[in-house]
């Protein structure tokens, strides 16, 4: 595929090879047939990164090409969602003579939000000094009532914000209205739309559940504040402080009263449940945690968390990787019985798979 190009003619077939090879991929453990929900063919990525290229006056967007490494010149970025693609040249047209904002410019990083917000991260290779960010004020003042744009400026250990760090998603989920601040350099579902219905997948399949959860690798809380009203009481643990912080801000947003976020790995959650021991300040003894959530990175689970989730009436497994689904469901399929499985489109026109699997204890 043409780097930054989208083919929606081939979408649907390209799609269909996916789902046969995680079909194939898990048919030994008698998985059922896959739910299957789709991306928009177009405009679908919230998270976009590019290096910029200065040639004389003119300046653009670049990517590089995974196997040539050839730089690829991005006039227009038909993967990123609207927010991103239509700010993407009105950016350049007000930096370009800017000599402040242009100097040493080299790359751009882009996060925006389905409600619209957008924080745009310029990345110098020169420190930045306070007439930097008079200009970035400038800038913004400039767009606004046209674009809901914020900047913030990098350099090597420094970092500059013209107002926050964060946008704050805002979306409809089963009637609810959920809100998350999500944070710059922080980890975002990159597809919203397939992130809105992963979360309702996974909602569904916690609505007829009962007693409390526990959520490995829960991040800003993506998955927990979704899913919290499912259940008496949510324990979800994380590594990262960034994520944590953001987690807590997150709750109190939604106004969620039933969930925990402790700072943990999934290694030392299972050493501390197999040991008998309270998770840091919180007793176990009351709780009936009958259901996990993991939503591993593309390594999976490694073997004590294996042994850990074995333990739960019902997993829900959210996977950024087949191949290590499958692994971990070698031990996971003695004790535990495929109900659903389901494969989510985040990046559509790559080899990327999301999957979902509900596991139920034999």
Not at 68 to 84: E, L, W
Request: aromatic share 10%.
């Amino acid at each position: 595929m043409s780097v930054g190009q989208v083919f929606p003619e081939q979408y649907s077939s390209q799609l269909a090879t996916k789902v046969e090879q995680v079909q194939q991929l898990l048919a030994e453990f008698a998985a059922p047939a896959a739910e299957v929900f789709t991306s928009a063919p177009q405009h679908y990525r919230l998270r976009a990164e590019f290096r910029i290229w200065h040639n004389g006056d003119d300046i653009y967007h670049a990517m590089f090409d995974s196997e040539t490494r050839d730089k690829v010149r991005i006039d227009y970025f038909p993967v990123a969602c609207n927010t991103i693609a239509d700010f993407m040249p009105v950016l350049l047209k007000h930096i370009q003579f800017n000599h402040e904002l242009r100097y040493k410019l080299y790359q751009v990083d882009y996060l925006a939000t389905l409600s619209g917000e957008l924080l745009v991260s310029l990345i110098y290779k020169r420190p930045l000094t306070n007439s930097w960010l008079e200009q970035a004020r400038s800038l913004t003042e400039a767009l606004a009532g046209q674009h809901n744009v914020k900047f913030i400026g990098r350099s090597r250990k420094q970092k500059l914000m013209v107002t926050n760090d964060y946008v704050t998603e805002q979306f409809a989920l089963d009637g609810a209205n959920l809100r998350y601040q999500q944070v710059e350099g922080s980890f975002t579902q990159p597809n919203g739309e397939v992130n809105r219905k992963m979360l309702g997948w996974a909602k569904q399949i916690a609505s007829g559940l009962s007693g409390d959860l526990l959520e490995l690798y829960c991040g800003n809380g993506n998955f927990s504040i979704a899913l919290a009203e499912c259940f008496n009481q949510v324990v979800a643990t994380e590594i990262s402080r960034t994520s944590i912080k953001s987690a807590q801000y997150n709750i109190a947003l939604n106004n969620v009263d039933n969930l925990q976020v402790l700072q943990m790995s999934a290694e030392d959650v299972a050493a501390a449940l197999q040991q008998g021991t309270q998770l840091k300040q919180l007793d176990l003894a009351g709780m009936q945690l009958n259901t996990v959530l993991v939503d591993p990175p593309r390594a999976g689970l490694d073997s004590g968390t294996e042994q850990l989730v074995s333990r739960f009436n019902d997993i829900i497994y959210i996977s950024c990787n087949p191949q290590t689904l499958a692994q971990n469901l070698q031990q996971l399929g003695k004790t535990h019985q495929i109900v659903k499985l389901a494969v989510f489109d985040q990046f559509p026109y790559t080899h990327h798979i999301e999957s979902g699997v509900w596991l139920r204890k034999r």
